[in-house]
């Protein structure tokens, strides 16, 4: 599938398939297409040319009752966070799970979560370790802090396929590990992980597949091990100014 822009800027040329429970990482200089990617992959834009297929769908011709149903088996984790700055975090954590509800369960929720919501959503925090947060508002958190704020919401969703754009953007080390152990455990109960990484060394550490981006087009597919003895990776490796050989089997 292709996505041009009509600057001819974009995605031209993208083809691949992914199985449920794999977690493929998205490498590539900035510019090269990974956030269209994604925005491909959640329905949010549709191919230019080409043919995208999701859960079965063929997304050129999905009508707009089944996009919804396939969007609420999809979560998507955006670079710029996108959490309510006046709502405190357990409520921006609740919208991950509203899309289904009606206006009157929606309104409960938000006003008066169960002791049993209210302990998943602790629960989930707890992980991230970000639950000493959990009744203040987004507008008072760091810019890491919202980014988990953004990856619990989608974890609260139960979705059947995540969708993380730069997840580790923002956040330190231990956190980055933290939030890359969260979606492991995640591929481990069958759930599809498609993230895009800027970090070479996480991508090859954490994910089961590796999709390298170059001037819009897949240049790489395949294992963490090929990718590190590809050209590919070395070129890439260099020009992110990190031409450091990860070991990630160590
Ligand atoms: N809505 C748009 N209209 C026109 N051009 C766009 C649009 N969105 C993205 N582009 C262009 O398409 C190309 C790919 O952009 P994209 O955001 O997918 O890259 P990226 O790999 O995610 O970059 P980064 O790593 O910096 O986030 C870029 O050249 C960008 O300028």
Known sequence: MAKVYSNGQGLQSASFSVKKGEFVGVVGKSGVGKTTLMRLLCGAIFPTSGSLTIFGTQMETVKRGKLRQLRNRIATVYQNY????????????????????????????????????????????????????????????????????????????????????????????????????????????GKTIIMNLHQLDHALKYCDRILMLDQGSVSFDGTPAEFLQSSQYARLASAENSNRRCRPYE
């Open 82 to 189: 996108n959490v309510i700055p006046c709502l405190d975090v357990a409520r921006n954590v609740i919208l991950g799970r509203l899309s289904e509800a009606s206006w009157y369960e929606t309104v409960r929720r938000l006003a008066l979560p169960t002791k049993a919501e209210n302990e998943e959503i602790r629960t989930i925090l707890t992980k991230l370790q970000i639950n000493e947060k959990m009744d203040e508002r987004c507008q008072e958190l760091s810019g890491g802090q919202q980014q988990r704020v953004a990856i619990a919401r989608a974890l609260y969703s139960h979705a059947d396929m995540y969708l993380v754009d730069e997840p580790i953007a923002s956040v330190d080390p231990t956190t980055a590990n933290i939030i890359l152990q969260t979606f492991q455990t995640l591929k481990q109960d």
